[in-house]
């Protein structure tokens, strides 16, 4: 028999999402499995490939259960998907029988539980607000960007632009997402979120991701809306947030932004690139 090829490679794979944000998840614990940009965005194709938003790799883990990898959909990496997160850890504490794991990623561990009702929480730590930690191309005052509308920077492990607004269904997400997302205020661009107020801690929040587009949730993003929603003295530092894809719980604490919501294992697979 020849020898595989790379065309050749199979990969068994998962698919999972959260709030309708989707992921395919790569278990590479046992057996290493090398996801190359060409991969990622072949596999992230919906019309010839397996469609996602986002693409983790779950890794053997060190100094905690597992360490997690992150490709958007354009093969680019990403150091933080907070959805993803939780169906990962929904996924191995229901493998172990416990209530809790930690994950390590490039952003750091993070620490996840079982919130009962079929509900998974994880902390997706501490968020940072200062410019070079975004990071940004010079120094701003992160709390009103000079940008049209003075939208706020945030960083959950990667970058956020958060806009408030009368009403996030009238914004053309498809025009002003990739605008925002390249500006060169940004030099890692920048996720893009429209929020709009609609009630006491309630807030109806759009996305666009970078190197994917928009997509019908985001962890990271409602993590970054939350925080800056408080910054900016319109909430309180527990929120609920309505998104495309359906609701999600922040609430700010000092140990960092946990977020709660539902996840779902959808089916297994095997990629034949």
């Known amino acids: 028999m020849p020898p595989m090829t790379p065309q050749?490679?199979?990969?068994?794979?998962?698919?999972m999402h959260g709030l309708g944000n989707d992921f395919v998840v790569v278990d590479?614990?046992?057996?290493?499995v090398d996801i190359t940009p060409r991969i990622a965005r072949a596999m992230a194709n919906r019309h010839r490939g397996i469609g996602f938003d986002q693409l983790a790799v779950i890794e053997p883990g060190t100094s905690a259960n597992a360490h997690l990898v992150f490709y958007n959909a354009d093969g680019s990496l990403s150091a933080?998907?907070?959805?993803?997160?939780?169906?990962?850890?929904?996924?191995?504490?229901?493998?172990?029988?416990?209530?809790?794991?930690?994950?390590?990623?490039?952003?750091?561990?993070?620490?996840?539980?079982?919130?009962?009702?079929?509900?998974?929480s994880v902390n997706m730590g501490?968020?940072?607000?200062?410019?070079?930690?975004?990071?940004?191309?010079?120094?701003?005052?992160?709390?009103?960007?000079?940008?049209?509308?003075?939208p706020l920077a945030t960083s959950m492990g990667n970058p956020h632009c958060t806009f408030f607004v009368e009403d996030a269904e009238?914004?053309?997400?498809?025009?002003?997402g990739p605008e925002i997302e390249h500006h060169p205020l940004f030099p890692e661009r920048t996720n893009v979120q429209f929020a709009s107020l609609i009630g006491p801690n309630h807030l109806r929040m759009r996305v666009w991701?970078?190197?994917?587009?928009?997509?019908?949730?985001?962890?990271?993003?409602?993590?970054?809306?939350?925080?800056?929603?408080?910054?900016?003295?319109l909430t309180g530092r527990q929120v609920t947030i309505d998104l495309d894809g359906g609701t999600?719980?922040?609430?700010w604490r000092d140990d960092g932004v946990w977020m709660t919501g539902p996840t779902a294992h959808v089916f297994d697979g095997v990629w034949r690139g």
């Open 170 to 176: 009238a914004i053309d997400l498809a025009t002003r």
């Open 126 to 150: 501490p968020p940072a607000t200062d410019w070079q930690q975004i990071p940004l191309a010079h120094a701003v005052d992160t709390n009103a960007l000079p940008l049209d509308g003075a």
């Open 248 to 251: 999600i719980e922040i609430d």
């Open 209 to 233: 991701e970078r190197g994917t587009g928009i997509t019908l949730a985001s962890g990271s993003s409602s993590c970054a809306t939350a925080v800056a929603a408080h910054r900016r003295g």
């Open 80 to 120: 933080a998907c907070g959805n993803a997160t939780r169906c990962i850890a929904r996924f191995l504490m229901q493998e172990s029988g416990g209530d809790s794991v930690s994950l390590t990623t490039s952003h750091g561990t993070l620490h996840a539980r079982d919130a009962g009702n079929g509900l998974t």
């Open 28 to 32: 590479a614990r046992v057996h290493a």
């Open 8 to 15: 050749d490679t199979h990969i068994s794979f998962m698919k």
